[in-house]
């Protein structure tokens, strides 16, 4: 999510006062643009932004943004420090939780999930509150804020990324609003739609009226014109409620890139976690969020916390939201089972399954035998198989297992003797030294894989043998008893 105190607007004014600069007085404007604009062409610009320089004890004052410094540290330090000397009327307690509220889903029903994401639509009387309450937690304007923010989500964890996680979570949490960046290295995003919006332009245009107004001056007239607290409702709920929402918010592009899981795709660094949700107003899932970002949910199943999703399924049924986007659970299913398959997949990898069929050495059943005089070879399913280091460990007692030595044990090992369980096999599985030509079809499969041909063999993304259970191929039918002689 991004946020911010500066908008587009500042920028503008920076470039009016560098052009009003005093020229020298030894070089006539005329000789002088006219000089430059020879050195211009003779040789190539050698500008660099302050933030592609290092920090210097005399450049370190250009590198900070002043403006973001003064609204989200300078005042909320003031703000914080004046509430220790002002006490706190229960009234105005609750003024600055349910504007703290108020703001807060300003930000994520509006800034977020409508304006930046389209995931739902609003009625006018609807946008004008959202941009209202959305002002009011001082984060800069709609346009400016869901541009950055669809630069985020294009660019995610990459140098294009204005608040990527990957610079450090001080960074992502508050360093990016501080830092000056330079601009020419932000990505490009379509923002037409916010153009054609007159709420968002007329916020856009007049946002520092809508700031000082939404996030100082109503909540100090509330309480002051209600209960006489002017002094209370400007510190509690206007600078320390305006500190909470700050902190509360930012964590969408630090924390919830961080902290918890990531059950559709691990690709990237944004994850889940109930706390970041708790903190965010539901904004937590962000896992979830990255991969179906016009979705106005975060959280899908019901007991999970995401209040932005319940007022806007409540403002729908009120008449002031609608069409409200949804990607289908089919969708969302299959995202679910290719992560947990991709952990399987690495779970799978950092195991021992024995060398690969294809992979062993094929010889004659004689030479089995012959090398069975001088290690303890057993052929199960054509599969030649050395047990030297745990003829003394057999669970059965040695006996049973010397007694297929040099021998065929199919039929002793899948329940003639006894029916081996799942785990048997896949122990058997490690022990892999050869397969018998022509036993149990072998050399017939291996063959079909090198032509690639139609086969039983399935593969992980890690293009590895699954072996499922009950399917090793030591693992055959047990022999159909036939009837006794009369």
């Given at each position: 999510?991004?946020v911010?105190?500066?908008?587009?607007?500042?920028?503008?004014?920076?470039?009016?006062?560098?052009?009003?600069?005093?020229?020298?007085?030894?070089?006539?404007p005329?000789?002088?643009?006219?000089?430059?604009?020879?050195?211009?062409?003779?040789?190539?610009?050698?500008?660099?932004?302050?933030?592609?320089?290092?920090?210097?004890?005399?450049?370190?004052?250009?590198?900070?943004?002043?403006?973001?410094?003064?609204?989200?540290?300078?005042?909320?330090?003031?703000?914080?420090?004046?509430?220790v000397?002002?006490?706190?009327?229960?009234?105005?307690?609750?003024?600055?939780?349910?504007?703290?509220?108020?703001?807060?889903?300003?930000?994520?029903?509006?800034?977020?999930?409508?304006?930046?994401?389209?995931?739902?639509?609003?009625?006018?009387?609807?946008?004008?509150?959202?941009a209202?309450?959305?002002?009011?937690?001082?984060?800069?304007?709609?346009r400016?804020?869901s541009?950055?923010?669809?630069?985020?989500?294009?660019?995610?964890?990459?140098?294009?990324?204005?608040?990527?996680?990957?610079?450090?979570?001080?960074?992502?949490?508050?360093g990016w609003?501080?830092?000056?960046?330079n601009?020419?290295?932000?990505?490009?995003?379509?923002?037409?739609?916010?153009?054609?919006?007159?709420?968002?332009?007329?916020?856009?245009?007049?946002?520092?009226?809508?700031?000082?107004?939404?996030?100082?001056?109503?909540?100090?007239?509330?309480?002051?014109l209600g209960?006489?607290?002017w002094?209370?409702?400007?510190?509690?709920?206007?600078?320390?409620?305006?500190?909470v929402?700050?902190?509360?918010?930012f964590?969408?592009?630090?924390?919830?890139?961080?902290?918890?899981?990531?059950?559709?795709?691990?690709?990237?660094?944004?994850?889940?976690?109930?706390l970041?949700?708790?903190?965010?107003?539901?904004?937590?899932?962000?896992?979830?969020?990255?991969?179906?970002?016009?979705?106005?949910?975060?959280?899908?199943?019901?007991?999970q916390?995401?209040?932005?999703?319940?007022?806007?399924?409540?403002?729908?049924?009120i008449?002031?939201?609608?069409d409200?986007?949804?990607?289908?659970?089919?969708?969302?299913?299959?995202?679910?089972?290719?992560q947990?398959?991709?952990?399987l997949?690495?779970?799978?990898?950092?195991?021992?399954?024995?060398?690969?069929?294809?992979?062993?050495?094929?010889m004659?059943?004689?030479?089995?035998?012959?090398?069975?005089?001088?290690?303890?070879?057993?052929?199960?399913?054509?599969?030649v198989?050395?047990?030297?280091?745990?003829?003394?460990?057999?669970?059965?007692?040695?006996?049973?297992?010397?007694?297929?030595?040099?021998k065929?044990?199919?039929?002793?090992?899948?329940?003639?003797?006894?029916?081996?369980?799942?785990?048997?096999?896949?122990?058997?599985?490690?022990?892999?030294?050869?397969?018998?030509?022509?036993?149990?079809?072998?050399?017939?499969?291996?063959?079909?894989?090198?032509?690639n041909?139609?086969?039983?063999?399935?593969?992980?993304?890690?293009n590895?043998?699954?072996?499922?259970?009950?399917?090793?191929?030591?693992?055959?039918?047990?022999p159909?008893?036939?009837?006794?002689?009369?």
């Amino acid at each position: 999510m991004t946020v911010s105190a500066e908008t587009t607007s500042a920028q503008p004014v920076a470039e009016s006062a560098r052009e009003r600069a005093p020229r020298s007085s030894s070089t006539s404007p005329s000789r002088s643009a006219g000089s430059a604009a020879s050195t211009a062409k003779q040789a190539p610009s050698t500008f660099v932004h302050i933030s592609e320089q290092p920090f210097t004890l005399q450049n370190w004052h250009q590198h900070i943004n002043w403006l973001n410094v003064y609204l989200i540290i300078v005042i909320p330090a003031i703000g914080c420090t004046a509430a220790v000397f002002t006490p706190l009327q229960p009234k105005t307690a609750i003024l600055a939780f349910v504007y703290y509220i108020l703001t807060g889903l300003g930000i994520t029903a509006g800034y977020h999930r409508l304006w930046s994401h389209r995931a739902y639509s609003a009625r006018l009387p609807l946008r004008i509150l959202l941009a209202a309450f959305g002002g009011g937690a001082v984060e800069g304007s709609i346009r400016w804020w869901s541009a950055g923010h669809r630069n985020h989500h294009r660019f995610t964890d990459t140098d294009k990324d204005p608040y990527s996680v990957r610079k450090g979570l001080l960074y992502s949490h508050i360093g990016w609003m501080v830092l000056k960046h330079n601009p020419k290295k932000s990505g490009r995003v379509d923002i037409t739609d916010l153009n054609a919006d007159p709420v968002v332009r007329w916020q856009h245009k007049n946002y520092i009226l809508v700031l000082f107004t939404m996030a100082f001056l109503f909540p100090m007239a509330i309480a002051g014109l209600g209960w006489g607290d002017w002094i209370g409702g400007l510190v509690w709920a206007g600078i320390v409620r305006l500190t909470v929402v700050h902190h509360a918010t930012f964590c969408v592009n630090s924390l919830a890139h961080w902290l918890g899981d990531q059950p559709f795709d691990d690709r990237h660094s944004p994850r889940d976690h109930f706390l970041t949700a708790i903190v965010t107003f539901g904004e937590g899932y962000h896992n979830f969020h990255h991969e179906f970002p016009s979705d106005y949910r975060n959280a899908l199943k019901w007991y999970q916390y995401d209040p932005t999703k319940w007022l806007i399924w409540f403002l729908k049924n009120i008449g002031l939201a609608y069409d409200l986007k949804t990607f289908s659970q089919n969708a969302i299913e299959q995202g679910l089972v290719q992560q947990k398959q991709k952990k399987l997949d690495k779970w799978r990898a950092r195991l021992n399954w024995g060398v690969p069929l294809e992979q062993l050495p094929v010889m004659e059943f004689e030479e089995f035998q012959e090398q069975a005089k001088t290690r303890s070879l057993i052929v199960i399913a054509g599969v030649v198989h050395d047990v030297t280091n745990f003829v003394e460990q057999h669970p059965g007692g040695k006996a049973l297992i010397q007694s297929g030595i040099g021998k065929d044990a199919t039929a002793v090992f899948n329940g003639g003797v006894y029916d081996h369980s799942n785990a048997a096999h896949n122990l058997l599985s490690t022990m892999r030294v050869g397969v018998i030509r022509g036993g149990m079809e072998v050399e017939v499969w291996k063959m079909a894989q090198r032509e690639n041909k139609d086969s039983t063999l399935k593969s992980d993304s890690n293009n590895a043998s699954i072996v499922r259970a009950g399917a090793q191929a030591t693992r055959i039918q047990a022999p159909v008893q036939g009837a006794g002689a009369a």
